[in-house]
């Protein structure tokens, strides 16, 4: 059972553009949810996260956006560089219990073409 | 920033032998360890969650007796697979949560081959 799932498994956006990467949960439990980056054959590594009580969370080119009430969440790159080629997973997690285990999404593979 | 080291990046060994992954956390004390199994174009996968002085918590499906999971220190968790195989083969990630700001940081991952 895929609590978290990205639909998408790859996009490509032109440099300068913006990238539009989504991600849906089914457990309405989940408070805390996290975007990272991965590159092949390394960890991921945090981007940006929204607790459940906010809609929207910004920092940089970032901005994380959480729709409760359709469980999707959504992550945009404005603009988009050649250097954010990577894979992006979602995450979300219980921290309300004061644990921080999260279950990740299936992952979206992100181009940007220059 | 904090930073996460798994040793070694890379392993290969024979099928029936054991492995030791070691997962530390240089600049900050872990509380909590995690460990996730990566396959080819799939998710991360938690497998076990390692608490420091008590025994680990493993998800649904995952073989405690074959992943073996030590977290001696604030700073070391250990994930030992016991009789590999082929189907072991896999990339293993840990990640480490910072007691002071419970971020979750990850390691670079252990590309883990059984031939």
């Known amino acids: 059972d895929q609590q978290v799932k990205q639909n998408s498994p790859s996009l490509s956006v032109q440099e300068g553009r913006i990238s539009i990467l989504n991600c849906d949960y089914t457990n309405s439990m989940f408070d805390y949810f996290l975007w990272y980056k991965k590159y092949p054959a390394e960890g991921p590594t945090f981007l940006i996260s929204?607790?459940?009580?906010?809609d929207k969370n910004e920092d940089g080119r970032f901005t994380v956006f959480l729709n409760k009430s359709a469980k999707h969440l959504s992550l945009h790159i404005v603009p988009s560089q050649p250097g954010d080629s990577a894979v992006y997973f979602c995450a979300a997690g219980l921290f309300s219990l004061g644990y921080q285990k999260v279950t990740f999404g299936t992952g979206t593979k992100l181009q940007v073409i220059p | 920033g904090a930073v996460v080291s798994q040793h070694p990046s890379w392993v290969i060994c024979k099928s029936g032998t054991s492995v030791k992954i070691e997962c530390r956390s240089l600049d900050f004390q872990a509380t909590t360890m995690f460990w996730y199994r990566q396959f080819p174009k799939q998710s991360l996968m938690l497998m076990a969650t390692s608490n420091e002085g008590s025994k680990a918590t493993y998800e649904q499906g995952v073989e405690k007796d074959k992943f073996l999971i030590n977290h001696a220190s604030l700073t070391l968790s250990t994930l030992t697979v016991t009789s590999a195989h082929p189907e072991d083969s896999s990339f293993y990630i840990c990640?480490?949560?910072?007691?002071?700001?419970?971020?979750?940081?990850f390691g670079p991952g252990t590309r883990l081959t059984v031939t």
């Open positions: 929204i607790s459940s009580i906010k």
């Open positions: 990640s480490a949560v910072d007691r002071g700001f419970g971020e979750q940081y």
